[in-house]
């Protein structure tokens, strides 16, 4: 197959065909041999740069898909290196997840950032035909490893993209979201991730739904099928507050400096990293004295600006006019990569690059979020089910509802197919732009709603509920979601009338009130002040659509039951420990429940 | 794409026009204006075949859908019948399409003593008289053929039958608008169906779908608030059967004019009948069974025959029936049927032809998916009474609880009833998109599975298959903090919830059968009266009947509820003179309990088939 070979590198249209593989078993700095893919151009004019990914999900496929998925990378040519983790697939010694950073002073120990740094140190030492220069970049898990290779960069680490790195696995990616635990996500990743090859847990169930409500407590999970042989499940179990397990796997406590030009990547819909990767921009810049730390956000679920199958013009049924993942791939990440690693191009990205779903357009922002052009306004919970900016005036204003955990709210319709499965495939990447209207006018769920907007209202920046709440429980969870609900006859696309898509939307845990170290039930019927972050939003609700808020108290299983009476670990109460609360969200003068967003102002 | 494009066909065949195209090559039309007794003339298409071979039966089928659509459906409908060679007669009737005259909803038989001197029956009468005279060619026999409305007006003519009338096949012909078709279950409002149905069917001569203005019926229908809004705001008197459901709330003497079957009940069979129902018939299933069961005591003649197929309305009519939504039945049932059972019946009393061999009811099993022949419907052979009671912890057995007291709880609120399906409910006709309505019945009911408002009680896995063959009766102890409330009770098969051979339907649960009644109706249809709060009352609520098998490994459910909208409208469940004339404010929430102790054994009565 020379023909097409040299045919493509005439046009300057090289491929994955001119990339040829070798493998190479890389030492690190304790002896243990860690399985290294490297593709290479078979002809390369001048000495190129190193692209690693470090991966928990087999280094081999890892590679396949940078050559499919990077076409603009793959023609501007990269020594493309892939390496599996400690303990997985090719890898001797032992998988940790989310390996916690060495303490301070331990020179002898190993992390992920020794083993970035042992790995870049061998790369550049060892691969014919390198500049010296290596970046690094990876979704999720690998953006993660991306960010461990930036706590003590290799001086030959010239750029770095995270994209999708959890921060905080407690406080709001995978695994827990301000301590509440996402029990479908948590028990799934685990049962396939911990262990040396991708395992996904074989449900006898296809409506997981009915599955982890038939589980009952939580304490069944180890007890009926992992029985301790899952080690992250037993930390879970273990450390069901905010303690130093969960504090030294937290990322931002460890960036010290930024020296690495850094391009973190998020998705508006990421169903599994989104906090991580707003809050590791934030702690960055707080740290960027050189301006090397850029932010793009566009309009995706978990990687969806990656990978050859998808050009990002839509996302589920939601429709974005351009596409957003090429443009992204080709446009922004592939000619950052070359300007930092190549010294070609010039760099033509703002401090903050979103994609602002509505308007449908890219906004480059001089920071993220905005500081000017914006207005803090507060949309009030109010009467009938309304929702407005006018602060209410009553004395008395309060909704009810019962939650009860034994017939929890489903967090999508019904049945709710595994997370990991083939048979039927997998819908989870695009939950986060189900229709709302599941969960709407349950007897279990609040909705608030503006009136058709008269003009467009953008909102661009952060996003923070505060809810006046009150429980007969003694523990309990608050769900809201913000949501667009377009407009109910929708000629455009009928099928589309009424739709309610969610923006954001966040769930807190009432023990953790006070102090995510120390939980504490709440005091029967009274009200206390929720803060609920939901992060952030760039996103126009556009003139005829209203603004939605639904309020819950569960998410199942997204979000595991909480019992809604206080016991000290969740992960062991007992089925008897479960009971119904009335809830009551209050929207009086005293207790104005509301959503704090920026509105952008109008010119 | 496939099934959209089915659909839609199936919504244009209920009340739309079908797209014209071309008729048979081999069949001449005629298009006459037919004087009936009154001078009123009704339009009429005579499909002739060209090359004819001797004298032909008359086929009739009348329709207030327009005539002129049903032509075209010589080349599939009708294609194996016309094979045969017929001479089709397709006529609008009063006041619809091309007919003068006015429309009248489920005229009823005429009354002398009100001076009416006309009916369907009288204008089909006149009708054959007419063909007979004027159409050359014809073997002095006619027969007639209709669905649904097409159905009753086949019933209508059997009640005084013109002498030449041979044979006729009422396939779901309404019997009862206000117990159990297409309008009214057991009193409780049908309004979803009933709403868009009037709204298009006397929009004038021609049929036009009410145009909502949003895509979610069930939120529009909730907006709406209490039932005088719609007169109010959209129809204005200009519906009369809106006007009349609200002046007759209850089952007084309007409704009990337009009841089939005790004109049947009365009166020996003397034309050969085929009645044909589907399992699945969102609209109208009582009819067919109950009409069956009223002439059949009559039917000295054996000539009254029960055909019941796992169909929607009308699917016996088109497609091949291997499937219905995610349903599938292993053969092709509805083109079977027009083979093999529709087209030699005609043949056979029309024409002399062939042999009949057909048992008094054949059904469709689904399940084991064969179809089954009986010597009687229900089966009174072979079968055997059994109670299925619910159990504690959501359990349901045939064994009778001892429990002293035992019931479960949920609260039933108006103003957030449970969705009859999945959310968006989009228009039943003319809407947006395809609409999915005649599925509705096979949806997934997880939808309401444990939602707090909905009590579900379910079977272990099935240790062998249990089939169900005759009626289904469920027997509700029910109390509520109300004064009125409506008790839902469906039954349906959990599919097991690994299911390798179709993994997406591992757990499905599809509802073999389900209804509705009104608490108020509990004494008598005719003075519905209160409810006396937190009274532990019985409920007997008539889910009509199933052949159906529940094969091993599955498990059988009973879901509970009091609201099913907007199917039902809501009751205010604070017992109100009119429910049509409630008030917002009458609409409350109530605590409802379902009792399963030895003195108030909820459960459901079935026939189960004995090996």
């Not at chain 1, 939650?403 to 997370?419: E, F, H, K, Q």
């Not at chain 1, 923070?464 to 809201?480: Q, R």
């Not at chain 2, 249809?525 to 009274?535: D, K, L, S």
Request: with cysteine; hydrophobic share 35%.
């Amino acid at each position: 197959m020379i023909y097409p070979i040299v045919l493509a590198l005439l046009a300057g249209q090289a491929g994955p065909a001119d990339y040829e593989r070798s493998v190479s078993a890389i030492p690190m700095r304790d002896g243990v041999k860690l399985n290294t893919v490297v593709w290479r151009p078979k002809v390369a004019a001048t000495p190129l740069p190193i692209l690693l990914v470090r991966t928990p999900y087999d280094a081999e496929s890892t590679c396949r898909g940078e050559l499919a998925g990077y076409p603009t990378m793959v023609r501007d040519q990269y020594l493309i290196v892939c390496q599996d983790l400690r303990g997985k697939f090719g890898s001797e010694g032992t998988f940790v997840m989310i390996r916690p950073t060495r303490k301070p002073g331990d020179t002898a120990g190993i992390d992920e950032t020794t083993d970035a740094y042992d790995t870049i140190d061998w790369l550049v030492k060892h691969l014919p035909n390198n500049n010296g220069r290596v970046g690094m970049h990876g979704i999720s898990y690998d953006g993660w490893t991306t960010m461990m290779a930036l706590l003590d960069p290799h001086p030959a680490l010239k750029a770095a993209s995270p994209q999708a790195s959890p921060d905080d696995m407690f406080l709001g990616d995978d695994f827990s979201h301000n301590g509440a635990f996402r029990l479908s996500y948590g028990f799934e990743y685990v049962a396939a991730v911990d262990g040396q090859r991708f395992t996904p847990f074989a449900f006898d169930r296809l409506d997981t739904y009915e599955w982890f409500l038939r589980l009952g407590g939580l304490g069944n999970v180890d007890g009926k099928y992992f029985h301790r042989n899952k080690p992250a499940w037993s930390d879970f179990a273990a450390h069901a507050t905010f303690d130093d397990y969960w504090k030294s796997r937290k990322v931002t406590r460890h960036i010290s400096k930024v020296t690495v030009p850094t391009l973190t990547v998020a998705g508006w819909w990421d169903q599994e990293d989104f906090f991580g990767p707003l809050t590791i921009y934030d702690k960055m810049e707080s740290l960027d004295t050189k301006g090397l730390n850029y932010l793009v956000v566009g309009p995706w679920n978990h990687g969806g600006w990656a990978g050859s199958s998808t050009d990002g013009e839509s996302l589920g049924p939601i429709a974005f006019g351009s596409k957003t993942s090429s443009f992204f791939r080709d446009s922004v990440e592939a000619p950052w990569f070359a300007y930092w690693l190549k010294d070609q191009g010039k760099l033509d990205l703002p401090e903050a690059l979103t994609f602002r779903p509505g308007a449908n357009r890219w906004q480059r922002h001089e920071s993220w979020p905005p500081k000017t052009g914006v207005a803090k306004r507060r949309l009030f919970l109010g009467p009938n089910g309304s929702l407005s900016w006018s602060r209410p005036t009553t004395s008395a204003g309060v909704d009810r509802y019962v939650s009860d955990p034994a017939r929890p709210v489903p967090y999508r319709a019904r049945p709710i197919v595994p997370l990991y499965g083939n048979a039927p495939p997998s819908t989870w990447p695009l939950w986060q732009v189900d229709d709302q209207r599941h969960s709407h006018l349950r007897p279990d769920v609040l909705s608030f709603e503006t009136a058709p907007l008269d003009r467009d209202v953008t909102i661009s920046g952060k996003i923070a509920a505060k809810l006046f709440a009150s429980t007969t429980g003694t523990d309990a969870d608050w769900i809201v979601k913000l949501i667009d609900v377009y407009p109910e006859e929708y000629p455009a696309n009928p099928k589309m009338g009424g739709y309610q898509l969610m923006v954001v939307g966040d769930v807190v845990r009432g023990r953790f009130l006070k102090s995510f170290e120390k939980p504490a039930p709440l005091v029967a019927n009274q009200v206390n002040q929720y803060p609920i972050d939901l992060h952030a939003a760039d996103y126009t609700f556009l003139a005829g659509h209203r603004i939605m808020v639904q309020v819950q108290s569960t998410w199942f299983p997204l979000i595991d039951r909480n019992p809604q009476r206080f016991v000290p670990n969740i992960f062991e109460a007992k089925d008897g420990d479960y009971q119904s609360a009335t809830q009551r969200v209050f929207r009086s003068a005293r207790y104005p429940s509301h959503i704090e967003v920026s509105v952008v102002e109008q010119p | 794409m496939r099934r959209d494009m089915l659909l839609s066909l199936i919504l244009l065949f209920v009340t739309a026009p079908l797209p014209t195209q071309s008729t048979r090559a081999d069949y001449i039309q005629r298009t006459e204006m037919i004087r009936m007794r009154d001078g009123t003339k009704l339009y009429t298409e005579i499909f002739t075949p060209a090359a004819r071979s001797g004298p032909l039966p008359v086929l009739i089928e009348r329709t207030p859908y327009n005539a002129r659509q049903v032509g075209p459906r010589l080349a599939n409908r009708y294609q194996l019948l016309a094979d045969e060679g017929y001479i089709f007669v397709f006529q609008d009737i009063r006041g619809k399409y091309q007919s003068e005259g006015t429309f009248m909803m489920i005229r009823p038989p005429r009354d002398p003593k009100r001076g009416e001197t006309v009916d369907e029956g009288t204008d089909t009468n006149d009708t054959i008289d007419w063909v007979l005279a004027n159409v050359p060619g014809h073997n002095g026999r006619a027969g007639m053929v209709g669905i649904s409305y097409g159905g009753w007006l086949t019933m209508m003519a059997l009640v005084e039958p013109h002498p030449a009338l041979k044979a006729a096949s009422p396939q779901a012909s309404p019997d009862d608008m206000y117990l159990g078709d297409d309008f009214h279950h057991n009193g409780a409002f049908r309004l979803s169906y009933g709403f868009e149905y009037v709204a298009n069917l006397e929009a004038g001569r021609i049929s036009e779908p009410f145009k909502f203005d949003r895509f979610d019926t069930f939120e529009w229908f909730l907006r709406l608030g209490g039932l005088a809004n719609v007169d109010r705001r959209y129809f204005q008197g200009k519906r009369p059967t809106w006007t009349d459901f609200e002046s007759h709330p209850n089952f007084d003497e309007f409704w009990q004019r337009r009841k089939v079957r005790p004109v049947f009940a009365a009166k020996p069979v003397a034309v050969p009948t085929l009645t044909v129902a589907g399992w699945w018939d969102q609209e109208d299933f009582y009819g067919p069974l109950t009409i069956y069961r009223a002439m059949e005591p009559n039917d000295t003649k054996g000539i009254n025959h029960l055909v019941i197929g796992p169909w929607n309305h009308g699917g016996w009519s088109r497609g091949d029936g291997n499937s219905l939504g995610p349903i599938q039945f292993g053969s092709n049932t509805a083109a079977w049927f027009r083979e093999t059972v529709e087209a030699p019946w005609f043949a056979y009393w029309l024409k002399d032809k062939g042999k009949l061999d057909l048992p008094e009811a054949l059904t469709f099993r689904p399940g084991t998916n064969q179809w089954q022949r009986h010597e009687s419907w229900p089966p009174r052979r072979n079968v055997a009474p059994k109670q299925l009671y619910f159990q504690a912890d959501g359990g349901l057995s045939w064994t009778k609880p001892t429990a002293p007291a035992a019931f479960d709880s949920y609260v039933s609120d108006p103003a957030r009833p449970v969705p009859y399906r999945q959310r968006p409910i989009t228009p039943l006709y003319g809407g947006p998109v395809p609409s999915t309505w005649p599925i509705w019945q096979v949806d997934d009911q997880r939808h309401s599975h444990l939602r707090p408002d909905v009590l579900s009680f379910e079977t272990e896995p099935l240790a062998e298959a249990v089939t169900l063959s005759g009626d289904v009766m469920a027997k509700l102890f029910a109390s509520t903090t109300g004064t009125d409330a409506d008790w839902i009770v469906k039954l349906i098969d959990v599919y097991p919830n690994d299911y390798p051979t179709d993994p997406k339907m591992g757990g499905y649960q599809l509802m073999i059968a389900g209804d509705v009644f009104r608490a108020r109706f509990r004494a008598s249809y005719e003075r519905p009266a209160a409810v006396v709060a937190n009274q532990v009352t019985p409920y007997t609520i008539d889910l009509h009947g199933a052949d159906y098998t529940f094969l091993k490994g599955h498990r059988i459910m009973v879901q509970v509820q009091s609201t099913w909208f907007p199917l039902i409208d809501r009751n205010p469940q604070k017992f109100v003179p009119n429910i049509y004339r409630a008030k917002d404010a009458d609409f409350m929430s109530a605590t409802q309990r379902i009792f399963r102790s030895g003195r108030y054994p909820s459960h459901l009565e079935v026939s189960v088939v004995t090996p």
